[in-house]
C-alpha cells in the first residue's frame, strides 16, 4: 500500500519530536512534555506503523526503549536486553492484552504476577559469586551507563549476597526511587542552598543517580526495589516469576511486600482498583500496576515483539500531568488570613478529572516557578491533593508577559496586607472584619478561654454569618430575640440563654479581651504577659516594635504581628465598638501591676485533677511571674500535682523536679505575695 505523503511528513515530524523528548527526559533530566503527552504522540506513531509497515525503521522511536547514555560515564552493553512494558490506559485495553496471551497460549486462564509500578529508574544489578560488580542504567535497552559506583551508595542495595543456591552470575534488574520524604528533605536541602528544587521524585532519583561524585550520591536517600532477573548461570531459578522473586528475597534482595499472584483478568482488575484507592497512602509514587504472566514456560512461548515483551504490559493511572495555559492569576484568601495565588487555567483533563484552578501557593514559589499569566505550564493532580502548578514551558512563553506580584491590600476587605519577615505567606490584617476571616475570627472570640459565650457554637456561628446577622464580633451584642428566632434548633429558651451569655461575657479581663482579637502568635500566656505589662489596652494599641521587643518572652514575630494588628484602622473601628459603653459595652477591672513578681524565672507544670480549674491556678501563678508550662524537663522548677496525675509526675520524679501538692503550691504562693 502506498504511503500517502501527509501521512509520511507526520511519521517523520513524531520520529523528531520523540527523538527530542526522549533527549530531554532521559538524558537531560529536563522534560518539555508530560508523560501523558509523550504516550499520546507515541500512540500515534504507532497507530502510523500499523496501518504502513513499511514505514517502520531501526531507528523509529517505537522500535527502541529508552536513550543514549551519558558519555560521561562507562558504557555498559547489557548481555541480555533490558525492555521496556506496553502500556495499557483503559480496562479495555487490560482485556485485549489478557485476550492476545490466552489466544497465543491457547487456554482458557492464566495466572500473572502483579505488582505496583514505581515511577523511578531502571537499572541493572551484576553480581558474581555473590558480589556486587556492576550496576548500569537501562540507557536505549541495548546499551546503558555504569553507575557501579553510586549505586554502591545505596543501603538498600546488598554488595554481598546471602542464602543458599546462589547462581555463579545473576543479573538482577530493579527500580531506583526515592520516598515522598526522601523527595521532599532533598528539596528542602535545595532550597536552602539556594538551587533550583527538583519537578518530581523521578526526575531527582534520576539527577541523583547520575552524579559524578559518588559521596553526592551517598547524601541522597534513594532506594531500590528489585522485579525481576535478566541472567542467571551457574546455579538454577524457579520456574515461575512469584518463584523468583521469592529466591531475591532470600538472598536479601529487596523486593516489594505485596506483589501478588492473581487469577485472569478478574485478578488483574480488582489488584488494580486497590492500587488505585492506595496510591496516595504509599510512600512512594506509582503510575500504575504491572502484570506479567507468571510461569516462566509460558513467558517463553509468548516471546518479545520490537518494543516490549508480550508477557507483561503495564496499567497505568490517570494521567497526573497535564500541558495547559494559565488565563490568569487570582488571590484567595483563607480562613485565617493567608493570600494565597491560584491559577486560572484553560480547563485540562488530568488526574480522572476537569481541572481549571491550580494552587500556586506563596509569592516565593511563584517567582521561583516565575509563573505568568499567559504562560504553558505542567500541571499535577495526584488523587485528592490540590492541583498545583509543576513548572512552566519557558520555550512557549510568549513576549510581552509580566511577572506577578501580590496586591498590598485584600482583596477581601481592603486592609494591609503584611508579610512578616522570615515567613513565606503573606495574610491580611483585617482579622477582625475580612469577612474571608469571619466566621474563625468569631468562634475563636467566643471560645472557652477568650470571652467564653456559652451556647455560641460552629453551627450557629456560620448560621449568623451566612444570613448576614453578624458582620464583625460587635455584631453580637447587638443580636435580638427575633434575629435569634429564625435560626434552626433556635428556640425561645436557647436563645434567651445565648443572649444572657453575650451579656455576661462583657465583664471579662483585659488578658482575655487581648486574646479573643485573635492576633497572630498572641496565645493565652502572651496576652496576660501584655495585659499585666502595659495595663491598659489604649496603651498597648499604640505601643511600637521596640517596646514590646524590649518585653520578657515577647519574640519579634509576635511584636511584629501586634504592631501591624493594631495598625489596621478596620481593627480599631471594631474595638471601639466593642469597649464603647453606648454599644458592646465589653469591660474589665484595671490590671494591677504588680511591683515586682517574686516567681519571675520560676517553671511551674500542673498535673492532675486540682480543686480548682487548672486555668485558674495558672493564672494565679502566672500573675506572680511564673511560667506555666505544659511538658517536663530538666528546667522544670516544679510540678503542681493533684488527684491522680499522669505520667508528667513520673517525669519529674525520675528527674529529681520537685513536686508540691496544692496546698504547697498555695503556700508558696501566698509567701511569694507577701514580699
Known amino acids: 500500500m502506498k504511503v500517502p505523503k501527509t501521512v509520511r511528513v507526520r511519521a517523520n515530524e513524531l520520529h523528531t519530536q520523540l527523538h527530542e523528548h526522549n533527549y530531554r527526559y532521559y538524558t537531560k533530566d529536563d522534560p518539555l512534555i508530560s508523560d501523558a503527552e509523550y504516550d499520546l504522540l507515541l500512540r500515534e506513531l504507532q497507530d502510523i506503523e500499523a496501518e504502513y509497515p513499511q514505514l517502520i525503521s531501526p531507528d523509529s522511536p517505537t522500535q527502541r526503549v529508552g536513550a543514549p547514555p551519558l558519555k560521561s560515564f562507562g558504557e555498559v ?21 489478557d485476550h492476545r496471551v490466552l489466544e497465543k497460549l491457547d487456554i482458557g486462564c492464566v495466572d500473572y504476577a502483579a505488582e505496583p509500578k514505581l515511577d523511578g529508574l531502571a537499572v541493572s544489578l551484576l553480581y558474581e559469586d555473590g558480589k556486587l560488580v556492576r550496576a548500569a542504567t537501562r540507557g536505549d535497552g541495548e546499551t546503558g551507563e555504569d553507575v557501579t559506583q553510586n549505586v554502591r551508595t545505596i543501603a538498600s542495595v546488598p554488595l554481598k549476597l546471602e542464602g543458599k543456591n546462589i547462581p555463579d552470575v545473576l543479573e538482577v534488574r530493579g527500580e531506583v526511587y526515592l520516598s515522598h520524604a526522601g523527595f521532599q528533605e532533598l528539596n528542602r536541602q535545595a532550597v536552602a542552598e539556594g538551587l533550583n528544587p527538583f519537578v518530581n521524585p523521578r526526575n531527582a532519583a534520576a539527577g541523583s543517580l547520575r552524579q559524578l561524585d559518588p559521596g553526592m550520591t551517598a547524601k541522597r536517600p534513594l532506594e531500590m526495589f528489585c522485579y525481576g532477573v535478566g541472567k542467571a548461570t551457574g546455579g538454577s531459578l524457579a520456574d515461575t516469576h512469584m518463584e523468583i522473586l521469592a529466591q531475591l528475597r532470600d538472598w536479601h534482595l529487596r523486593v516489594y511486600e505485596d506483589v501478588r499472584k492473581v487469577n485472569g483478568l478478574d485478578g488483574c482488575v480488582e489488584y488494580y482498583r486497590y492500587y488505585e484507592q492506595q496510591r496516595e497512602k504509599l510512600p512512594f509514587e506509582i503510575d500504575g500496576v504491572v502484570f506479567k504472566v507468571d510461569s516462566l514456560a509460558l513467558q517463553e512461548q509468548l516471546g518479545l515483539v520490537a518494543r516490549a515483551p508480550r508477557w507483561a504490559i503495564a496499567r497505568k493511572f490517570p494521567a497526573q ?98 508579610r512578616i519577615e522570615g515567613e513565606s505567606v503573606a495574610r491580611c490584617s483585617g482579622g477582625l472584619i475580612c469577612s474571608a476571616q469571619r466566621k474563625e475570627a468569631i468562634k475563636h472570640f467566643a471560645s472557652r478561654r477568650a470571652m467564653d459565650i456559652e451556647g455560641l457554637g460552629d453551627k450557629l456561628v456560620e448560621q449568623l454569618v451566612e444570613k448576614d446577622l453578624v458582620r464583625d464580633v460587635s455584631d453580637l451584642y447587638g443580636l435580638s430575640a427575633d434575629d435569634l428566632a429564625g435560626l434552626e434548633r433556635m428556640g425561645e429558651k436557647s436563645a434567651d440563654n445565648l443572649l444572657q451569655a453575650l451579656k455576661s461575657s462583657k465583664q471579662t479581663t483585659l488578658a482575655r479581651f487581648i486574646y479573643s482579637l485573635g492576633i497572630r ?62 454599644k458592646a459595652n465589653i469591660h474589665w477591672l484595671a490590671e494591677k501591676k504588680p511591683k515586682q513578681q517574686p516567681l519571675a524565672g520560676k517553671t511551674f507544670v500542673l498535673t492532675g485533677t486540682l480543686s480548682i480549674p487548672r486555668d485558674e491556678m495558672k493564672e494565679k501563678l502566672q500573675a506572680l511571674g511564673a511560667k506555666v508550662s505544659g511538658s517536663v524537663s530538666k528546667k522544670t522548677n516544679y510540678v503542681v500535682a493533684g488527684e491522680n496525675p499522669g505520667s508528667k509526675y513520673d517525669k519529674a520524679t525520675a528527674l529529681g523536679v520537685t513536686v508540691l501538692d496544692e496546698a504547697a503550691c498555695n503556700e508558696l504562693m501566698s509567701e511569694a505575695g507577701d514580699k
Open 521 to 582: 502568635e498572641v496565645g493565652e500566656t502572651t496576652a496576660q504577659i501584655l495585659a499585666r505589662e502595659f495595663g491598659d489596652l489604649a496603651v498597648l494599641k499604640k505601643v511600637d516594635f521596640e517596646r514590646l521587643q524590649a518585653v520578657r518572652d515577647i519574640g519579634p514575630v509576635a511584636a511584629e504581628n501586634i504592631v501591624e494588628f493594631f495598625r489596621e484602622a478596620h481593627n480599631r473601628e471594631v474595638i471601639e465598638k466593642l469597649t464603647d459603653k453606648r
Open 321 to 418: 500531568e497535564k500541558e495547559t495555559t494559565v488565563l490568569g492569576i487570582d488571590i484567595q484568601v483563607g480562613r485565617t488570613g493567608a493570600l494565597t495565588p491560584v491559577a486560572r487555567l484553560e480547563p485540562v483533563f488530568v488526574g480522572g478529572v476537569t481541572v481549571t484552578n491550580a494552587t500556586l501557593h506563596n509569592q516565593d514559589e511563584i517567582e521561583r516557578k516565575d509563573v505568568r499569566a499567559g504562560d504553558a505550564v505542567i500541571v499535577r493532580r495526584a488523587g485528592d491533593v490540590i492541583p498545583e502548578v509543576v513548572r512552566v514551558i519557558r520555550e512557549k512563553r510568549k513576549k510581552g508577559t509580566r511577572r506577578f506580584k501580590l496586591p498590598k491590600q485584600c482583596p477581601v476587605c481592603g486592609s494591609h496586607v503584611v
Open 77 to 97: 552493553r547489557h548481555e541480555v536486553r533490558m525492555l521496556s512494558l506496553g502500556n495499557a490506559f483503559s480496562d479495555e485495553e487490560l482485556a485485549d492484552f
